[in-house]
């Protein structure tokens, strides 16, 4: 199956700082990526999406001033949590969608467990 | 009411058991429906995907959809220890799971043991 990668893939930082995530898909070109984040014995919320070379549309209560979203190829996309807080604390996973239409699911990346102390 | 529920268990059953893990969903429009297994730790992996109702196969696991109750289920026949993960059950807002935002449940997380 295809490959998408993150990294880092886990990281600790003191409050107040910025962190950047990368997505990389490794083998194919991703039109369409998404950004999850998952909290502790509960579900992906999916955040934002993001397509190459537009603006990301995010999801109602994500603040986009917050988590910045940059998708500037097809293969990369970042996500940049500014001004980190203890509760931005998750794991948050991108994944990635080739760009036919027809395929029939998009590729999680392994995931970036950030904790903000 | 959420769009897509799921009991978050946690399962735990001793190996060579049959394991239904299941979900409901709200909106009688949905099509496609997906099971993702996420190891802990790791992003989830696509097991297998229905579309419209009925039964789909895949060595030990079978999908279900009845979209009569909106319900769908996923079967692990001869469940192994190297199962134990959390099952999540994914529909697209789209007609596929590829380019489409996806409403996941809250998963379930399963146990084999020895």
């Known amino acids: 199956g295809a490959v998408v990668s993150q990294h880092p893939s886990r990281v600790i930082c003191k409050s107040g700082t910025s962190v950047k995530i990368e997505c990389r898909s490794l083998?194919?070109?991703?039109?369409?990526m998404f950004w999850y984040r998952q909290f502790p014995k509960q579900s992906l919320m999916l955040m934002a999406t993001?397509?190459?070379?537009?603006?990301?549309?995010?999801e109602q209560g994500v603040e986009k001033d917050k988590f910045l979203i940059n998708h500037a190829s097809l293969t990369l996309s970042t996500l940049t949590v500014t001004s980190a807080h203890p509760e931005d604390s998750s794991f948050y996973i991108c994944?990635?969608?080739?760009?036919?239409?027809?395929?029939?699911?998009?590729?999680f990346g392994p995931g970036t467990r950030l904790l903000v102390l | 009411q959420k769009e897509v529920e799921q009991d978050p268990g946690p399962l735990s059953v001793p190996e060579g058991a049959i394991v239904s893990l299941n979900c409901t969903y709200s909106n009688s429009a949905f099509q496609y429906f997906m099971w993702y297994r996420q190891y802990s730790r790791k992003g989830p992996e696509l097991l297998m995907y229905t579309y419209s109702s009925g039964n789909k196969e895949d060595g030990r696991f079978t999908a279900q959809v009845d979209k009569s109750s909106k319900y769908i289920s996923l079967f692990i026949r001869d469940s192994q220890p190297s199962d134990s993960a959390t099952y999540l059950c994914?529909?697209?807002?789209?007609?596929?799971?590829?380019?489409?935002?996806?409403?996941f449940g809250t998963g379930t997380q399963l146990k084999v043991e020895l």
């Open positions: 994944s990635a969608a080739p760009p036919r239409v027809s395929q029939e699911t998009q590729y």
């Open positions: 994914a529909i697209p807002q789209g007609l596929t799971g590829g380019g489409n935002k996806l409403t």
């Open positions: 993001s397509n190459e070379g537009s603006k990301a549309t995010y």
């Open positions: 083998d194919f070109q991703a039109t369409t």
